[in-house]
């Protein structure tokens, strides 16, 4: 008995000593967007990528991680770029990609008291406008709370350390990403 409870207690401790990924830092960033500078330059020049391959009806749905590791197992290229940025594989590119993706995500969809105030604004309009019906009020009110929550809730998981390294080196994601 005592055996097993230390082999459990040795697997616990090893998979919160190993299993917890290092935060994203500027290395890591700074190779995720050379990789990502090079494959921009690789896609400018195809004809067969569709633009609707990387978009999504409604956000939730939007997985980047898989987008990139999707399109790098199509193409050859595509992989050798990845490889030639010091990349091991295609999951650890866009395992990359996905985090820096969530972080910036979550750093541009935070909360912010502008946005509260926004909220509030449109709640008082929304309470104050004679023409629109009690019942009709209430089910605006609860939209916007629900869209609120969703927000707030798709990018919780996000580690501030991630957050912070994507803030720091905002525009130069978002240069890339455009």
């Known amino acids: 008995m ?19 990924a290092k935060a994203l830092d500027d290395a890591a960033i700074d190779r995720w967007l050379a990789t990502m500078e090079e494959l921009q330059a690789w896609g400018d020049r195809q004809d067969e990528l569709d633009e609707e391959d990387f978009q999504a009806d409604d956000p939730q749905d939007f997985d980047f991680e898989q987008i990139l590791a999707e399109t790098a197992r199509e193409h050859d290229e595509v992989r050798e770029i990845i ?10 590119w866009s395992a990359d ?7 910036m995500m ?19 309009e929304l309470e104050e406008n004679p023409n629109i019906p009690e019942e009709q009020k209430e089910q605006f009110r609860q939209q916007m709370e629900q869209q ?11 580690p501030e350390e991630d957050r912070a ?3 720091r080196r905002m525009d130069d994601i978002m240069a890339v990403m455009e």
């Open 106 to 124: 979550a750093v541009q969809m935070e909360v912010s008291p502008e946005m509260e105030q926004e909220m509030d604004q449109a709640i008082r």
């Open 148 to 158: 609120m929550e969703r927000i707030a809730g798709m990018f919780a998981d996000v």
């Open 2 to 20: 005592f055996k097993r409870s230390l082999v459990c207690l040795l697997a616990i401790v090893g998979v919160l000593m190993f299993g917890q």
């Open 83 to 92: 490889r030639r940025n010091g990349y091991n594989d295609v999951d650890q």
């Open 97 to 103: 990609g996905g985090r820096i993706f969530h972080a």
């Open 165 to 167: 390294a994507v803030e």
